[in-house]
């Protein structure tokens, strides 16, 4: 089955960088996914990782190692309005399966 | 206007009651879903479809029905509504399972069960 694990919660600093975790145990693999998610909103999509290593976005940067079943999400130059939650989903070829969320507070 | 809508935005209902949300893309994607958000358990996979008469179960079916007789909509009913259906509802398109752009989203039901 399709397990994906990430921290509930994270505080970080404004400008600062954060990294978040996600593993994940699966066969099949199709790409992994990072959405973020504010607050009453909907999750709009970030980044995805099909092949390993790192995929750079501005300040969002994600990697994937496959043979280890991790993810993370890298936020650089943290602004207070990157306070939201930050699911990591995928892997397989089914529909996509989402880990809890992440809620990342960022703080002054 | 394009894109992925839901409706209504908010819903109050009673145990028992029968209720359906609406979602109505126009992007003609193929695929069509309805996730649950609670806390605790994070986004849900309640059905889903991969074209117009096709549907699918997904991780948390139970009480619910769906149909999809056109694709630009993918209506979600719950029969006869209980408290624990309480949930955010959001429905989700896109061009497949997967794909490298993943799945927009529309922006969601609240529902309440009282």
């Known amino acids: 089955g399709q397990n994906i694990d990430q921290p509930t919660e994270m505080t970080a600093t404004e400008g600062a960088i954060v990294q978040i975790n996600c593993t994940y145990q699966?066969?099949?693999?199709?790409?992994l996914f990072w959405y973020q998610q504010h607050a009453g909103e909907a999750p709009t999509f970030l980044s995805y990782?099909?092949?390993?290593g790192l995929e750079e976005k501005g300040r969002f940067s994600s990697f994937l190692s496959r043979s280890k079943g991790y993810s993370y999400l890298l936020l650089k130059e943290l602004q207070m309005k990157d306070s939201a939650s930050y699911l990591c989903?995928?892997?397989?070829?089914?529909?996509?399966?989402f880990g809890k969320g992440t809620r990342l507070s960022v703080i002054a | 206007d394009a894109g992925i809508t839901q409706s209504p935005r908010y819903k109050i209902t009673e145990t028992g009651r029968q209720v359906t949300l609406m979602c109505h893309q126009t992007w003609s994607h193929s695929y069509m879903f309805w996730y649950r958000q609670d806390l605790g358990h994070g986004l849900r996979l309640i059905y889903y479809s991969a074209a117009a008469d096709i549907t699918d179960k997904g991780e948390v079916p139970d009480g619910y029905v769906v149909s999809r007789s056109k694709t630009e909509n993918f209506p979600l009913t719950l029969e006869s509504a209980t408290r624990s259906q309480t949930s955010v509802y959001f429905c989700?398109?896109?061009?497949?399972?997967?794909?490298?752009?993943?799945?927009?989203f529309g922006s969601g039901t609240r529902l309440t069960v009282v």
């Open positions: 989700a398109s896109s061009e497949s399972t997967g794909g490298s752009y993943g799945y927009t």
């Open positions: 990782n099909v092949l390993d």
């Open positions: 989903s995928g892997p397989g070829n089914t529909p996509l399966v």
């Open positions: 699966t066969s099949g693999f199709n790409g």
